[in-house]
C-alpha cells in the first residue's frame, strides 16, 4: 500500500502563513480521514442545516478525531459563507483541519479574476477541495467547453490556489464512468490536476454506481499511471460505499471521504463510521487520535440529533441494535462467551450488547435477562421454564417483550412472587370520545377503582381517549401514591397487529414513560386501542410504583 | 465462475417424490436466490410476524421471483409449525420452493430418533436447511460435544433427510470466524456435508465481522479444497454483507442467502434487493424471471408495510430517495441526458427519476397523477397550484397522501368543484369504550346526521370503538345509500406523529376499504385516534359513493 509522504512534507510548508498543519491522527498526514457531512451529507433529502447546527456537528466530528471537515461552499450560498466567517471566531478545531469546497474557474476565463476561487480564499480555509470535470461527455454537455480548456480550468485553479497558500484537494467527479468512457482523458485530468500542485485527487463514485471489484481495480490503475496521491469519494447507490472506500484504501489510496451516519444524495455517502471502525479495528491502521473510537457511538447519535433525524437503529457498530440478540439458540453460548457471538467488543466503539426476549428466545435468554435485571433465576428451572412459556403465550397473543423491559419485569415479578403485585384494583373504567353539534371535541374518561381499602371514582379530560383516561387515573391514584407525580408519559406508539381484518384487529399498544432520571416501557393487547392502552398504563403505573419503593403490601 | 449443475440434476430426481423441483429462474438451478426474511431476517429487533403476515411475505418473495423461501424452524416455535401446516394449503407458489430450517441432530443420539429432525420432515417443505457448527470452539461450548461428534452429527442428519427425500442445504455458522481459527477442521466440516449428499455448503459469516477481500479469498481456497457447492450468508455488522456477497458470487457461489429489505438480527443481513439488482444489471447474470426486476421497488415497499417498518427511504434502488436529486446546478445536464446522473435507470428496478425542492416538480407531478385519475389540470395553472399548496399545507400538518390516494382524489375534486361533495353532514358522533365491573367491555357509538333532507340517529357497537362507529355510520346510511353494504373496511394503520409527547401526540390513520373489485386509501389526521379515523372513514364512504356512481346533488 502506497504510503504518500514526502511529497506532502513540502505541500504542508506551502500553506504555512495561513497557519500550522495539525497532526490529523496517529498516522499524521499519511492517511487523511476526510468528512464531508456539512457539504455533502447536507444533500440527503430532509437534511436542512442551520448555520449554529453546521459549527455543533464540526465540533463533534473533531472531537471524534478526523483530520478534515469539508464545511461548504462559500460564495455559492449566504449559510456557508457565513459559516466560514463564523468558523473563524466560534470554532477551535483541535485535530481536524476546515476545508472549503468550490469548482474549478469559469471556461474560458482566468483564475486569478474568478469570483468563485476568491470566495474560497476569503473563507479563510487552510484547504480547498475544488471539484473537477474527468469525464469527456460531462465537460462537453454540463460545462460545455473543450476537454483541452477543462484541463486548463485544473491546471489554473489548482496553481491559483497552492500561490496563495492554501492545500488543494481535486475532486474528480464521475471518475468512475470517465474511466470507463474514456481511459486517456480521465487520467490526463488526474496528472493536469497533479502536476499543477493538488495534493491529492480523490477519484469520485459521483453516481455510485461502481461495485468494488471493479473500483480497486481501477484505483490501482491510476495510482500506477500517475503516481499521485489518491482519494476515494463512494456514493451507496449500490450498498457498496463501505466496500468501495475500503476497497480502494487496499489498492493504495491514503484519503478516504465519508459523512456522518452516510448522510448524502440519494442513497447517501460512504458512512464514516464504519469505514473508520474497520480500517482500525479490522485492518490495524490507527487513524484517529487514541481513545476516540469509543465515543463513536455517542457522537454518531448526537449528530442525528442536530440533523433532526432519528439515529438509525441498525447501523453498523453504532446502531442501539447493532449488537442486540433474539435468537434463543445463541443465547445459551453468549453465557458461555460473549465473544462467541460478536464480531468486536461493542465497548470498543462505545456501544454495548443487549439481549432481546422474544418467543425465539429460550431458557438462557431469559435467565440472562433476569440476571441483568438483578434476578437469579439460575437456580430455579421450574420458574424459568413457566417465565419461557408464558411469554410464548403471551407473544403468540401480540405482546412483545424486546420493546417493552418494564412489562417483562412485571411478568417475571408475577412468577417469582408467586401473583402480581397490585397498588390497586379496578372496578371499571369508560372512555369516551365525542364530536359535538357545535364542532367542538370531548375526549373525557372516568374510572373506578379500589386503594388501600378505598373506592375511589375520578373523571379526567384530555386530548384524546387515551390521554383521559391517564388524567382520571392519575386524579384518582395521587393523593395515596404522591410518587406518582414526577411520572410522565414521554412516547406512546400504535401498531394493528393483524392486518385484512379493518377495524376489529387486534391493537398493541407500546408505552415509554420517565420519571425524570430513567425511562421504561410498557405494552398492552386488546381489541381496541383504549383497552390496550389501558394495560400499558396499568403496567407503567405499577412498574413505577415499584420503582419508586413503594411496597404493594403496606 | 464456477456453475454446479451436473450434481444438481442428480438431486432433483431424490426430492421428486416431494414435488417435482421447479425452475429458479432463468439460471435454473445453476444459481440459487434463497431468501431468508422468513426465517432469519425475524430475528430483526422490532418484527414480529403473524403466522398470515409470514404467509402474505412469502406470496410477495414468490411474485418476486426467488429461487427458495426459508419459513422457518418447525417444531421450535408454534408458529412457525402453523406456518409451514397452513403454507400447504393457503400458498401456491410459482417460482419458488419452501425452505424449512433446522439444526442438526443432538450430540449422542441419532438423526432417525431426533424429534426435531422429525419435524422437518413432518413440514412437507421438500426443501431443508440445516445449520452445522463449523467453528471448533462453538462445538466445544455451545454443543459441549467433540469435534469428530459433530462431523457425525452433520453426515447422519444430512444422510437422514435425503432418505426422507428432501434436499438439504447446510449453514456453516460461524465458518469464517472457524476457518481464521482451526482451517482443517471447518474444511472438514464442509466435506462431511459435501460427502453426506447436501446439495450446497452455505458458508455463513454469522457475525458479520468479515470484510470482502478476505471472505472472497477464503471462498476461493475452500471451492478449491472441497469441490463443494458454495453458498454465501453475510451479515452486515460491518456495513459490507452486499458487497461480501457479490465477493463470494465473484469467488464462485452460485448460492445467495438474503433477506428482504436487508432485515435480520443486530444490523440485519445481506439485502436481497441490491443483490438481485447488481447480480442483473452490473454483472451481467439472469438470476430472476424475466420482467420481475422491474417490480423490486413495489415489492419492498409491500413486505416493509406488512412487517409494519416504514421502508428505508435511503435503500438503495428502491428507497423513494435512490433517485432524487437536487434541481439547479445539473438541471440542464439532466434534461439532456439524464443517465449522466444516475447509475442505472431507474424504471428497471420499478423505481422513479425525483427532482427535489421545485416548485415545478410539485405542479408537474401533481399534473401528472390528475392525468392518472382522469382529470386534465394542464389548462388550469391556478387549480394546480391551489392543489400544489393544499397539499404541501396538509403534510406539514401530517396527512400523507402517498398511501392515501382516495384522500387525493377527494382533495383534487373539492378544488375542481370548489367545494367538498358530500352525501352526509354530521351533526355530532361520540364513541364509549367501558370496562365494566364485571370484567366484560362495551364499545358503543352514536352518530346523529342529516342525509337526503332527514336527521338520522344511529348507534352501533363493535370490537373497539372504531369499529363500533363504523357500524353506526353505515347504520345511519344504508337506507338512504344501499351501495355501502358492499363495502368493507380491509385494513387500518394507525401512527402516531410526534414522538416524545406522550398520549398527547397527533395521530394519522389510514384505512383501505374494497367494494369487492377494488380497494382505496384514506387518510385521517387528529389529536386522537378516533377523531381521525372519523375523517379517514368520512373519506372512505365519501370517495365509495362517489365510485359507485351515486350523485351527491340528487
Not at 64 to 84: Q, Y
Not at 238 to 250: F, I, P, R
Not at 419 to 426: A, C, G, L, N
Request: charged share 25%.
Amino acid at each position: 500500500m502506497t504510503e504518500a509522504s514526502s511529497s506532502e512534507a513540502a505541500s504542508n510548508k506551502a500553506v504555512g502563513n495561513q497557519e500550522s498543519i495539525r497532526e490529523t491522527g496517529p498516522s499524521g498526514d499519511a492517511f487523511h480521514v476526510f468528512d464531508t457531512t456539512l457539504r455533502d451529507g447536507a444533500q440527503r433529502e430532509g437534511i436542512n442545516l442551520t448555520v449554529a447546527d453546521k459549527l455543533t456537528i464540526a465540533r463533534y466530528l473533531d472531537e471524534f478525531g478526523v483530520g478534515f471537515i469539508e464545511g461548504g461552499w462559500p460564495g455559492a450560498n449566504p449559510r456557508d459563507t457565513e459559516f466560514f466567517a463564523r468558523a473563524q471566531t466560534e470554532l477551535d478545531l483541535r485535530h481536524a483541519q476546515l476545508v472549503a469546497f468550490g469548482a474549478t474557474r469559469r471556461a474560458g476565463g482566468s483564475a486569478a479574476e474568478d469570483p468563485q476561487l476568491a470566495a474560497l480564499v476569503a473563507s479563510g480555509a487552510p484547504v480547498v477541495t475544488l471539484v473537477a470535470k474527468s469525464h469527456d461527455r460531462h465537460v462537453e454537455l454540463a460545462l460545455r467547453t473543450t476537454l483541452e480548456e477543462n484541463l486548463e480550468m485544473v491546471r489554473d485553479s489548482v496553481r491559483y490556489l497552492r500561490a496563495e497558500g492554501r492545500r488543494v484537494f481535486i475532486d474528480c467527479e464521475h471518475f468512475f464512468d470517465g474511466y470507463r468512457a474514456n481511459r486517456d482523458y480521465a487520467l490526463a485530468v488526474v496528472r493536469a490536476a497533479h502536476e499543477a500542485g493538488a495534493d491529492v485527487v480523490v477519484l469520485c463514485d459521483t453516481n455510485g454506481g461502481t461495485l468494488p471489484g471493479e473500483l480497486r481495480a481501477i484505483v490501482a490503475e491510476v495510482l500506477a499511471e500517475t503516481g499521485a496521491r489518491i482519494g476515494i469519494h463512494a456514493q451507496d447507490d449500490t450498498g457498496c460505499a463501505v466496500a468501495n472506500t475500503l476497497a480502494a484504501v487496499d489498492a493504495g489510496a491514503t484519503h478516504v471521504q465519508c459523512t456522518a451516519n452516510g448522510y448524502g444524495e440519494r442513497v447517501g455517502n460512504a458512512n464514516l463510521f464504519p469505514v473508520v471502525a474497520a480500517l482500525e479495528l479490522k485492518l490495524d491502521r490507527r487513524v484517529l487520535p487514541a481513545g476516540r473510537l469509543a465515543e463513536m457511538t455517542r457522537i454518531s447519535h448526537a449528530i442525528a440529533e442536530v440533523v433532526n433525524l432519528s439515529p438509525s437503529t441498525h447501523q453498523p457498530y453504532v446502531g442501539v441494535s447493532a449488537f442486540a440478540h433474539k435468537a434463543g439458540l445463541h443465547a445459551s453460548a453468549i453465557k458461555v462467551d460473549p465473544d462467541l457471538y460478536q464480531h468486536i467488543d461493542p465497548e470498543l466503539v462505545g456501544n454495548t450488547m443487549r439481549m432481546l426476549v422474544s418467543d425465539m428466545a429460550g431458557r438462557a435468554s431469559v435467565e440472562l435477562k433476569g440476571k441483568e435485571l438483578g434476578y437469579d433465576l439460575s437456580a430455579d428451572r421450574d420458574l424459568v421454564g413457566r417465565v419461557v412459556a408464558r411469554i410464548k403465550k403471551q407473544e403468540k397473543a401480540g405482546y412483545s417483550y424486546e420493546a417493552a423491559d418494564a412489562s417483562f419485569e412485571l411478568l417475571l415479578r408475577d412468577e417469582v412472587k408467586g401473583s402480581r403485585e397490585r397498588f390497586f384494583t379496578v372496578e371499571s373504567w369508560r372512555a369516551i370520545v365525542e364530536q359535538t353539534p357545535a364542532g367542538g371535541a370531548v375526549n373525557e374518561a372516568t374510572v373506578k377503582l379500589w386503594a388501600k381499602g378505598e373506592r375511589i371514582v375520578s373523571t379526567g379530560e384530555g386530548n384524546g381517549p387515551v390521554d383521559a383516561l391517564d388524567r382520571a387515573l392519575r386524579t384518582a391514584l395521587e393523593r395515596i401514591y404522591p410518587q406518582l407525580a414526577k411520572l410522565e408519559l414521554v412516547d406512546y406508539k400504535v401498531r394493528i397487529l393483524e392486518g385484512r381484518h379493518g377495524t376489529g384487529s387486534e391493537t398493541r399498544v407500546l408505552v415509554d414513560t420517565s420519571d425524570g432520571t430513567r425511562e421504561w416501557s410498557t405494552v398492552g393487547v386488546a381489541s381496541n386501542v383504549i383497552a390496550a392502552s389501558w394495560q400499558a398504563l396499568d403496567d407503567a403505573y405499577t412498574y413505577g410504583l415499584l420503582r419508586a419503593g413503594v411496597d404493594p403490601e403496606a
